[in-house]
């Protein structure tokens, strides 16, 4: 069986080769093209590009329930499988009757940085020398939780927090912040912690804010999904409130104590949730 890649955001020859770079493929028995001939067109969110219409679909969702890019629900009512984060959430939300086999599960989202996996095995010997980080760029849209995330940007330049700040499109007269990075793994690898705070509080929707941080051995001091200790193992990252009127204190309580190792949330993301992996389980059912 042949697949080709559409999205709403990138072409067909870009998502494969992100793909191959970002998942561990076992095997050889699905094949990939960007060529015009494919049996299963596999799309991320929507795309306004031809699809063959002996092609079956397969949606994988990125995006939260209040993303513009569900104003055209075509590919959540339309597709043969649509792989979602939280079904009801959006026939709740959005009022309609998602369509096709309808699969829910965590999000599979690509990391941030394009690299290779191997990169990331690599770069495990890197010393964590270093206490703590935080990315954060300027989005303050009034959807998500993007006025949470500066509330708490605000509150840590209000403190003496020992934290890198680092961001795109931020303009801050603060000795703690580093400035844009190309990569992200640049301020994640020396550090020991890094906070990892999602633009929206939906079930399983758990992205490569998350995901980064793990990759790069750096204990995430998260908060987004709901249920993230039922996708990854909590011994290995640290939830905060931003509700919490301590919510900095309790920052500086997480930091204080020596940040716990392991590698197990980096094998969850690499092989439970492998995206050519839940492709075959849906293609080739009953393949081991």
């Given at each position: 069986m042949t697949i080709k890649f559409f999205s709403n955001y990138s072409s067909s020859e870009s998502l494969l080769k992100r793909f191959m770079a970002n998942y561990v493929v076992q095997d050889n028995l699905l094949d990939?093209?960007?060529?015009e001939n494919y049996d299963y067109a596999v799309v991320f969110n929507r795309t306004d590009e031809f699809i063959l219409p002996s092609a079956k679909i397969i949606t994988v969702i990125q995006e939260p329930s209040w993303s513009k890019v569900h104003e055209n629900p075509s590919f959540l009512t339309g597709s043969d499988y649509l792989i979602i984060h939280d079904a009801?959430?959006?026939?709740?939300?959005?009022?309609l009757k998602l369509g096709g086999q309808v699969i829910e599960s965590p999000s599979y989202m690509f990391y941030d940085d394009k690299v290779d996996k191997s990169f990331f095995h690599y770069a495990a010997s890197t010393a964590k020398v270093k206490k703590l980080s935080i990315i954060i760029s300027y989005l303050n849209k009034p959807t998500g939780i993007y006025q949470k995330r500066f509330g708490l940007l605000n509150k840590i330049l209000e403190s003496d927090l020992d934290i890198d700040i680092?961001?795109?499109?931020?303009s801050i007269d603060d000795r703690r912040?580093?400035?844009y990075v190309d990569y992200k793994f640049?301020?994640?690898?020396?550090?020991?912690?890094s906070i990892?705070?999602?633009n929206s509080e939906e079930k399983n929707y758990i992205t490569e804010k998350f995901v980064d941080c793990v990759l790069c051995n750096t204990v995430p001091i998260y908060h987004g999904a709901p249920n993230v200790s039922e996708v990854y193992n909590n011994r290995y990252f640290r939830k905060i409130n931003l509700d919490s009127p301590t919510v900095i204190d309790d920052i500086k309580q997480i930091i204080a104590e020596p940040p716990p190792y392991s590698t197990?949330?980096?094998?969850?993301?690499?092989?439970?949730?492998?995206?050519y992996r839940k492709l075959k389980e849906i293609i080739l059912p009953g393949t081991p």
């Amino acid at each position: 069986m042949t697949i080709k890649f559409f999205s709403n955001y990138s072409s067909s020859e870009s998502l494969l080769k992100r793909f191959m770079a970002n998942y561990v493929v076992q095997d050889n028995l699905l094949d990939f093209t960007i060529a015009e001939n494919y049996d299963y067109a596999v799309v991320f969110n929507r795309t306004d590009e031809f699809i063959l219409p002996s092609a079956k679909i397969i949606t994988v969702i990125q995006e939260p329930s209040w993303s513009k890019v569900h104003e055209n629900p075509s590919f959540l009512t339309g597709s043969d499988y649509l792989i979602i984060h939280d079904a009801e959430l959006f026939e709740r939300s959005l009022g309609l009757k998602l369509g096709g086999q309808v699969i829910e599960s965590p999000s599979y989202m690509f990391y941030d940085d394009k690299v290779d996996k191997s990169f990331f095995h690599y770069a495990a010997s890197t010393a964590k020398v270093k206490k703590l980080s935080i990315i954060i760029s300027y989005l303050n849209k009034p959807t998500g939780i993007y006025q949470k995330r500066f509330g708490l940007l605000n509150k840590i330049l209000e403190s003496d927090l020992d934290i890198d700040i680092y961001g795109w499109r931020l303009s801050i007269d603060d000795r703690r912040f580093k400035g844009y990075v190309d990569y992200k793994f640049t301020a994640l690898l020396p550090y020991e912690y890094s906070i990892a705070i999602e633009n929206s509080e939906e079930k399983n929707y758990i992205t490569e804010k998350f995901v980064d941080c793990v990759l790069c051995n750096t204990v995430p001091i998260y908060h987004g999904a709901p249920n993230v200790s039922e996708v990854y193992n909590n011994r290995y990252f640290r939830k905060i409130n931003l509700d919490s009127p301590t919510v900095i204190d309790d920052i500086k309580q997480i930091i204080a104590e020596p940040p716990p190792y392991s590698t197990v949330n980096k094998a969850l993301y690499f092989n439970k949730y492998n995206l050519y992996r839940k492709l075959k389980e849906i293609i080739l059912p009953g393949t081991p």
